[in-house]
Nanobody, 125 residues
Framework: QVQLVESGGGMVQAGGSLRLSCVAS????????MAWFRQAPGKEREFVAR????????DVADSVRGRFTTSRDNAKNTVYLQMNSLKPEDTAVYYC??????????????????WGQGTQVTVSA
């Protein structure tokens, strides 16, 4: 089992950048697919990005492609979400999530069993 704690959220103007971090406690971090989701007020939680077990493969949602990237450092039990060219519509609570599935292509909430508490990102126009 793993516990996840996000950090790095905050307020930024449109066009700015933030880097979110998610630190995992527990064993065998490299056995987990890690992902980022976000939830804006009044909207459902949506997939943002994921990274494979050892990090060489990543995928991002169409809405953030070209602006957001994700990576991980298994030696530090940490996954990152680098967010550039932020837009007001990126405003949301951002969550990191983990799954021990052997599948990589996981994009729904029910695919992930471990969740952080979330960190607020607010982008002003």
């Amino acid at each position: 089992q793993v516990q996840l704690v996000e950090s790095g959220g905050g307020m930024v103007q449109a066009g700015g950048s933030l880097r979110l971090s998610c630190v995992a406690s527990g064993r065998d971090f490299s056995n987990y697919i890690m992902a980022w989701f976000r939830q804006a007020p009044g909207k459902e939680r949506e997939f943002v990005a994921r990274v494979s077990w050892n990090g060489p493969r990543t995928d991002v949602a169409d809405s953030v492609r070209g602006r957001f990237t994700t990576s991980r450092d298994n030696a530090k039990n940490t996954v990152y979400l680098q967010m550039n060219s932020l837009k007001p519509e990126d405003t949301a609570v951002y969550y990191c999530a983990g799954s021990q599935s052997s599948r990589y292509d996981l994009e729904t909430e029910r695919d992930y069993h471990y969740w952080g508490q979330g960190t607020q990102v607010t982008v002003s126009a």
